[in-house]
């Protein structure tokens, strides 16, 4: 239109009966903001252009992030063109309007409606398809300039066959706009109206056996052959099979391979009319990710599924507010943290058998696989667990110990940093304890000998044992505290920091007066905990600070003036 038409925005749709030989007929993905495209009405009469609208759908989005609608009349064999405002000056000095439907990159879609009834498209509505839509010709909807073919003559909302339609020309080509031209009175080419595979379940399994079928139609003629090429790289597909088919319905009567796990079969089927002219249609199957959890985590920092949908199968190991250990087999690299979300593992328990299907992620470089969006399924229960690696305390520092059930002995607790956290340490150096399964059975001492056994966690920048129910157990097993040979000890206040009651566990070595009490840090005396004559032996006292405000408190033991003291901090 050589008349400028006002771009009137969200309007809604003016209702007229559908008319057909509207359609996009250039496309324009340049460089910077160079974006335009070009409506061409071949309907044989003036279209009115309230009745228009375009559609842009981003992301893979099912509902429109910008539209247009317009105003004016747009006359038979002319074209309309609808500019990015930022466009450089060829584009601009031809456009008709600009406006925010040219927001576009070459992952989005386009959709051209008339009348209420939409008529053409570009890309797939509600599909992300990656970087851009492939095109017949080997172009792609980024980065080019793309014309509709002559021999189009109308519009269709079917992307398998307009993806063919189309001639790609190198990016911020703007020669052919401002124009456009039909042949509709010669041959017309054939094209492919349906296109289906079997197993037609998708994902597709590695090696499954594929077999085409496709629908070809030609309006003029008869089509005389057909082939499927395809590979596993889009922009070279090596392989080809010549189609057996009666002239409308063909199909490939020997299977297509489908590649390995986690790799994407890209086809193109070709049909060629008794005219030698040809019509595609191009689409792709993605292939199902089934790896062992030792492929998952690679024998390296960063799996190399990372960013892959992947499924799996294993012996849940434990299982937390948020997740769970997985296990398929004994030893290094053989376990991996499955995240479900919080609030999500309530139906699972250690011992089940699962088949998970979820995206492999490095969360703050933890190997997770991230089954938010996938599947879990349990086959079975009270499975027996894969047998814990016995390390030392140093050697589970390392990563091909994170989500492995693994164990250490003779393990002493250092002073707690708090967060359920306790360095152990086996004389071979620190790894630390953590209660992410479950709040410990009992307090954890400081200076005290454990042997402990859960899976390997890594989490702010350590790795982390985090025993379940039971795996925590002092040196040499449970025994009465009184048959033990004691010294004067007073423990680690548990927890700590607290609110607003923790425990503190002391021993003395003889029968004697002893005396716990807590001062706050002005030394004054807040509570007498325990007074008088005590046997010798274990005790413990809970110290109940609710009448107390936020603070550090001392708690001190004294016993045959003897004094020990330790610092706890009250948190409201």
Partial sequence: MRNRILLIGLAGLVGQAFAGGVFFSEYIEGGSNNKAYEIFNNTGADLDMSTVTVNLYSNGGTSPSYSATFSGTLASGDVFIVANASSVQAILDVADVTGTTTYYNGDDALELVVGGTSVDVIGVIGVDPGSSWPIGDGGATVNKTLVRNLTVCDGTTDWSISSSQWTSYAQDTFDYLGSHTVD?????????????????????????????????????????????????????????????????????????????????????????????????????????????????????????????????????????????????????????????????????????????????????????????????NVTSTGNALPNPVALSTAAVNDEAYEGVLVSISDAFAGATAGYGEFPMDDGSGVVVMDDQIVTYDFPIEEGFCYNVTGPVNYSFGAFKISPDTGGVVPCGGFVDANELVHAFELGQAYPNPFNPTTTINFSLDMTAEARLSVYNLAGQEVAVLAQGMMDAGRHQVTFDASSLSSGMYIYRLESEGRNLAGRMMLIK
Wanted: charged fraction near 10%; proline fraction near 4%.
């Fill in 184 to 376: 509709c009175a010669g041959n017309q080419p054939p094209y492919i109206t349906n296109v289906e595979f079997t197993p037609s379940a998708t994902p597709v399994a590695p090696g499954a056996m594929l077999t085409f079928s496709i629908t070809s139609v030609d309006d003029d003629g008869s089509v005389v052959g057909a082939v499927l090429n395809y590979g596993t790289d889009a922009g070279n597909l090596s392989n080809q099979i010549v189609l057996d088919g009666d002239g409308s319905t063909w199909t490939n009567l020997t299977p297509v391979v489908a590649p390995g796990a986690c790799e994407t079969l890209y086809y193109e089927f070709v049909v060629t009319d008794d005219a030698s002219d040809t019509g595609s249609s191009v689409g792709s199957l993605a292939v199902e990710c089934s790896a062992t959890i030792y492929e998952i985590q690679g024998q390296t920092a960063d799996s190399p599924f990372a960013g892959s949908t992947v499924g799996t199968s294993g012996i849940i190991t434990a299982v937390a507010y948020n997740g769970f250990y997985l296990q398929d087999g004994d030893g290094a690299w053989n376990g991996v943290w499955v995240y479900a979300g919080t609030g999500n593992t309530t139906g699972y328990a250690a011992g089940d058998a699962v088949d998970c299907v979820g995206s492999v992620v490095e969360y703050y470089n933890l190997t997770e696989l991230d089954v938010t969006g996938g599947s879990v």
